[in-house]
């Protein structure tokens, strides 16, 4: 599943690139994440609990920071084990562009979700997808508002 | 499937009660979404308190010019009521093409738009209809009930308790049905209520939408033909293997006008 988008936020790059890089922020703009931690400037694993409906699953997930470019661009990959629940795998590429207003984030994602979860949520999880990256960015701006 | 409590409440405040001092608990309606969902161990809830012991959450009543349903009222029940085809043939009708009979006999209207599939027939008729969804805090407008996909105005601690339809001049609710499953692939029900026409759609986006531009074009000429050449976006809808999001949207024309002429 290919998830392509962009979003303007109303602040500048080299404060959402700081606010990409923060856990404590991730943290708090990710919906359903329990604990973030940075195991190296490249490397961190997080505890989400992701609630499809009915279906309400923990994911440790193990994320590593690749082709960082500061401000402009990176690459996140990541995977995330559910237990019996199943797996989720994926990469995104981020580029953060300065633009009139703030700063235009472009994300080009590429996510495969595997075992129980994809056989019986396979018709929610684009969806659900798109709930939770709107969720991420509405936390995000609320994060600059709250912040400046 | 977890071990987890099982507590049976007699009574709306009593489940409220019972589920506030659970650590991780659920209400318990038809249990047709959840039940299996645990099974499958893709929910793991510490408590089910089942509402099956409290009678005061089932039945059917006129209360003037509404159709008011207890919220443990099953799709069975509201298909066969004379009351109902009587009022609102057309909500009977929605309820007896839900799912299959044991979905039906199980299944209850509360449980159905707590859980807010996005396929989910239910949701079509509460905002179609234009309904206010009674809990036990408050009265939730029906444009404000569903938020997005699987996620309604319901608090984690509410209990729905009923669901009050004004009764229309005219309404129908047509659907293309997953042939295996029942659920919508589209669903649109068609309204003529007291502030004017609504045409509200299950099925194609993340959660049950009304169409603007369908409501306007029946308001000035309520036929199947005032919808000719319009529309809807397939930026957002559902996608999966069963339709596309531009079938989807060729069918919400498509279901909107079989519904006007069943009306």
């Not at chain 2, 105005?153 to 009923?162: I, N």
Request: net charge negative; charged share 20%.
């Amino acid at each position: 599943m290919d998830i392509v988008g962009e979003r303007v936020i109303d602040a500048p790059r080299d404060r959402v690139w700081d606010a990409l890089n923060d856990p404590e922020v991730l943290k708090a703009c990710i919906m359903g994440c329990e604990e973030i931690e940075q195991d190296s400037e490249t490397e961190l694993r997080a505890t989400v609990v992701a609630k499809f409906g009915p279906v309400k699953a923990k994911f440790k997930a193990d994320i590593s920071l690749e082709d960082l470019n500061p401000p402009e661009s990176y690459r996140l990959v990541g995977q995330g084990q559910g237990g019996i629940a199943g797996f989720a795998k994926g990469g995104a590429a981020i580029t953060l562009e300065e633009v009139e207003g703030g700063t235009k984030l472009s994300y080009n994602a590429d996510m495969a979700i595997g075992g129980k979860l994809a056989q019986v949520g396979s018709r929610l999880i684009g969806s659900t997808t798109n709930k939770m990256i709107n969720a991420f960015f509405d936390a995000l701006d609320e994060h600059f508002s709250a912040g400046s | 499937m977890e071990a987890f409590n099982y507590r049976k409440a007699g009574s709306a405040d009593e489940a409220v009660s019972t589920l506030a001092s659970a650590a991780d608990g659920k209400f318990l309606a038809g249990g047709m979404t959840l039940l299996p969902t645990m099974k499958q161990m893709l929910a793991t809830p510490d408590t089910l308190v089942d509402l099956g012991g409290a009678s005061e959450l089932v039945g059917i009543s006129r209360d003037g010019d509404n159709l008011v349903i207890g919220a443990m009222t099953t799709h069975a029940t509201v298909a066969g009521s004379a009351e109902v085809h009587s009022a609102i043939p057309a909500l009977a009708a929605l309820a007896s093409g839900i799912g299959d009979p044991m979905v039906r006999n199980r299944g209850t209207i509360g449980g159905s738009i707590a859980n807010a599939d996005p396929a989910a027939d239910y949701p079509a008729a509460v905002v179609g209809l234009n309904a206010t969804v009674n809990t036990n805090k408050r009265s939730i407008a029906a444009d404000e009930f569903f938020v997005d996909v699987f996620e309604t105005a319901l608090a984690d601690d509410e209990l729905v308790v009923s669901v009050s339809f004004p009764i229309p001049a005219k309404a129908a609710y047509q659907k293309f049905p997953n042939p295996a499953s029942r659920y919508a692939v589209v669903g649109v029900m068609v309204a003529q209520t007291g502030d004017g026409v609504r045409v509200a759609v299950t099925g194609a986006g993340p959660s049950v939408f009304r169409a603007s531009s369908f409501e306007d074009a029946l308001g000035g000429n309520f036929s199947a033909s005032a919808l000719d050449g319009l529309s809807v976006s397939a930026d957002n809808l559902n996608e999966d293997i069963h339709a596309s999001a531009a079938y989807r949207a060729n069918l919400v024309g498509v279901m909107a006008k079989r519904a006007v002429a069943a009306c």
